[in-house]
């Protein structure tokens, strides 16, 4: 048979793309009599390129859906791609060198489509060239017509329920972002900074300490807290504070959140610095002071520091109140501050009008749902647990941005009523279209307005399973919830994981998914790789333009679940290694398939590289020697050890294989199939049966034809196994070895036979473990003795004390003397008694004796 000396995987790997987009291979059938297994695939945020952490993450959702389609089940696997919102924004302002804000609202979101449109176009490209098995046909965008619908009707369900409500009051603000942000979008960073010592006085004109990191928020200063028991300050209910510089009257008022060990036990609350000030504006119905604009810059209200940002007004009100005598202290500490996770400034709190999804309310009907998920890894769900049990805010999903999904809704300036969209005109855009009607169905008003935020992106990502099945209508797929599984990272527990089980529960009083499975992050030195970021100097199409895609599917499945992992060239150099193995592997059973005398046609990729071109291979033969005709192969009934031994070993990685796999754990799955390839069928078995294949005509053709039939069954099986991992390589030798016996148009769609690999042959496994043990022991010997391994032996001794095994090992005599290179074995009983101690030792470790060409090897097993 003619097959390339090398594996030209530019070739082999369009071949089967090809294939398997003519075949549809990959396609969901609505009605099947299969099992349903739906995959709620993690829809990636259009808002640049894709880095090796997606190429990781998404290979691992890929393996366990490949595996899943050969064990029968009818695998549901879309692609989605979430491209509205923030990031897809900032990317598009930063690739066209504008600002949103600086343009018509409409032309903006025109830019938007444009450039999104062209992106999800690399992207599908990418994962083509990545091999993931994706049923395109199912893609959806979140901005698209259906899916804004289904987040406008989301939202009108959720308003009619109660559970959405429309309130002015601080808010989380990014100010570099202009938008308001989620609770679950903030990242926790510690930074330098310093405790300011500033000096108040008291209307008597006593002199008051108070200690704060955030001096430049002092003209919005509304109160000074003390706890009650604290006798420092006790004297001063009722009274009031001067601050410095701006010499305002602020009441000093007692409270008990107030911790008298920090700092002097005195607290100035601004509007706002924190959500302690917050709490205190709301408890204590504190005046509010608007001093930080929605531009970041400081207002009117704080005199010399209007137009300033943050640090320029922390910098200047120091600098004011040192001339002023009024800054007595600094000392320099370390404290965590909020940041946005998207842009890595610190968040502000203004108030605004905004949405909120009521969350507090049902935190242990949250924690309860949970439970009835199954976690993978487990340990996950612990993250998620302690998440939802220190939530602190309601969901708020007003965001003041242009590019994402309107609130389907128009207020009236009069009367204040809130008015909705009919649900069969969704989608709307109500800055686009006037309320129907045009007046106010409480109060007759014609003063309305439309509302001017859009949603934020994860009150629409948190939708994916209701987009999957196409709720709320009926599922033209057949398609129900709770959906198989979730793959993601787990990172995005606290936005992705818990706002669809707030969605999902809101809407169809039940999980999303009945399983989720958590991939880790790929490392640049000690921080996970992110767009954001830019922090990878490989890029997927760099790792392509040097490796196969089936080197990286290696690379990738290697990690362990839920783990984050290094990005490792050595991997990728070792995945090669076994794609070569593989390669020649099959190079050589070619060779010896083809030596069979009943010729027939298998298509495979030869050196023309014309896809799967037809070529001369043995045709499928019965034990009896029979062609089977217009049927499958028949599996092997062997009668020799050798046979039997590694067919067994086969059955034994089948099973651990699909444990494995079943529980999620596709890295020891990988594993398991390594190790029967690399350690039994190649190191082993294909080199003692070389001999055999070798010299034909010191064996029976009887025992030839079942070797052969033996190797088929291997290499049907080792394609089966590494299916999910390398599915180009082993598509092309699928096509090339066993499309024509097994019927099946891809490996794909093979299904995992446990009824054919269940050879179970623990005698023949246990002889061969001895014959295994002499063939190491030479070959170590030979080694050692810087003797090729294809050196001859003009005798091999073998000693045993075990009559048992060294009968075992005579059936092996020719086997032993093909792969060991020996003219004749000689088979002795080791004596036992402490007399002969020493002589039994040396055996037992062995040793060569002789000049070459009459060289005796003695062993002891």
């Known amino acids: 048979m003619n097959m390339d000396k090398l594996y030209d995987h530019l070739a082999h790997e369009k071949q089967a793309q090809e294939l398997w987009a003519k075949e549809g291979v990959y396609a969901f059938t609505p009605g099947s009599a299969k099992e349903v297994y739906s995959i709620d695939t993690p829809p990636p945020t259009v808002s640049g390129t894709l880095h090796i952490g997606h190429v990781f993450s998404y290979t691992h959702a890929d393996v366990i859906a490949r595996y899943k389609r050969m064990k029968g089940f009818n695998v549901f696997y879309p692609m989605g791609f979430d491209d509205n919102g923030l990031p897809t924004e900032r990317f598009v302002e930063k690739k066209n060198g504008t600002k949103a804000h600086l343009m018509k609202r409409s032309e903006f979101i025109d830019m938007c489509l444009r450039e999104t449109h062209d992106v999800e176009k690399l992207f599908e490209v990418l994962w083509q060239r990545i091999g993931l098995s994706l049923d395109w046909s199912k893609t959806y965008s979140t901005i698209s017509p259906r899916v804004r619908r289904i987040s406008q009707y989301s939202f009108l369900e959720l308003y009619k329920k109660g559970l959405v409500y429309r309130t002015e009051e601080p808010a989380l603000y990014c100010t570099t972002c202009r938008t308001s942000v989620a609770q679950a979008e903030l990242d926790s960073v510690q930074v330098n900074s310093t405790f300011n010592n500033i000096a108040f006085t008291t209307e008597a004109g006593e002199k008051l300490v108070i200690a704060t990191t955030r001096p430049e928020l002092l003209a919005a200063c509304v109160a000074v807290f003390y706890h009650p028991d604290d006798d420092r300050y006790k004297h001063l209910d009722g009274t009031f504070a001067i601050t410095p510089l701006y010499e305002k009257p602020v009441k000093l008022i007692p409270d008990a959140t107030v911790d008298p060990a920090k700092g002097t036990g005195l607290v100035m609350c601004c509007t706002f610095g924190d959500q302690t000030d917050i709490q205190w504006y709301k408890t204590h119905k504190l005046p509010f002071v608007h001093i930080v604009g929605f531009d970041g810059k400081w207002t009117a209200v704080s005199g010399p520091l209007a137009g300033m940002t943050v640090h320029e007004a922390r910098k200047t009100i120091l600098l004011l109140l040192k001339e002023a005598d009024a800054l007595l202290d600094q000392k320099a500490i370390t404290h965590a501050v909020s940041t ?286 029979d062609r089977i005709e217009g049927s499958e192969w028949r599996t092997p009934n062997p009668t020799d050890q050798l046979n039997q031994w590694i067919l067994h070993a086969l059955s034994g990685t089948y099973s651990s294989y699909q444990k494995h796999f079943d529980d999620y754990e596709y890295h020891s799955a990988l594993e398991a199939a390594e190790k029967f390839f690399w350690q039994d069928f190649c190191d082993n078995y294909l080199e003692l049966i070389k001999d055999r294949l070798f010299n034909p005509g010191n064996y029976t053709p009887a025992l030839i034809d079942e070797t052969k039939q033996t190797l088929y069954e291997c290499g049907f099986g080792l394609l089966q196994l590494f299916a999910p991992f390398l599915p ?21 769609i093979t299904t995992f036979d446990n009824k054919r690999f269940a050879y179970r042959y623990d005698k023949a496994t246990a002889a061969i473990a001895a014959v295994l043990n002499v063939v190491a022991s030479v070959r170590k010997l030979k080694s050692e003795k810087q003797l090729s391994l294809k050196t001859e032996l003009a005798s091999l001794v073998i000693c045993s004390t075990d009559q048992t095994v060294l009968n075992a090992l005579k059936v092996h005599t020719t086997l032993l003397c093909g792969i060991t290179k020996a003219q004749g074995i000689d088979f002795q009983m080791a004596a036992s008694s402490s007399a002969n101690a020493t002589a039994g030792q040396a055996v037992e470790q062995g040793q060569i004796e002789g000049q070459e060409g009459a060289l005796v090897a003695r062993v002891g097993i």
């Open 728 to 748: 180009h390589i082993t598509e092309t030798l699928y096509q090339a070895f066993c499309k024509e016996y097994e019927q099946a148009v891809s490996v794909h």
């Open 340 to 625: 946005h996770e998207r842009c890595k400034q610190e968040i502000e709190y203004l108030v605004l009008h905004q949405w909120f999804i009521n969350i507090l309310d049902h935190k242990e009907t949250f924690l309860a749902l949970a439970d009835k998920i199954v976690w993978k890894p487990e340990h996950m769900k612990a993250r998620y647990r302690d998440w939802v049990q220190n939530l602190g805010w309601n969901w708020g999903i007003s965001r003041q941005r242009f590019f994402g999904i309107p609130f389907p809704v128009w207020h009236c300036q009069d009367c204040s009523q809130v008015l909705l969209a009919d649900p069969k005109s969704l989608p709307i855009d109500p800055q686009e279209q006037a309320f129907p009607g045009g007046a106010c169905t409480a109060c007759s008003s014609t003063n309305i307005e439309p509302d001017t935020d859009v949603m934020d992106t994860w009150n629409t990502s948190s939708l994916t399973p209701q987009i999957n099945v196409n709720w709320p209508d009926a599922s033209p797929d057949g398609l129900t919830m709770p959906m198989s599984m979730r793959p993601q990272a787990h990172d995005i527990i606290r936005t992705w994981t818990f706002d669809t089980i707030v969605k999902s529960y809101y809407h169809n009083g039940d999980i999303p998914w009945k399983t989720i499975v958590m991939s880790g992050h790929v490392l640049a030195g000690k921080e996970k790789i992110s767009k954001s970021k830019e922090n990878s100097k490989m890029t997927p199409e760099g790792l392509l333009a040097e490796y196969p895609a089936d080197v990286i599917r290696y690379w990738s499945a290697s990690g362990r679940l839920g783990a984050d992992t290094a990005f490792s060239e050595n991997q990728l150099k070792i995945g090669q290694r076994l794609i070569t193995k593989l390669w020649n592997a099959f190079r050589f059973i070619a060779e010896h398939l083809a030596h069979s005398t009943r010729q027939g046609s298998l298509r495979v990729v030869g050196i023309d590289k014309q896809p799967f071109a037809p070529m001369e291979v043995p045709q499928a033969v019965s034990p009896a020697g």
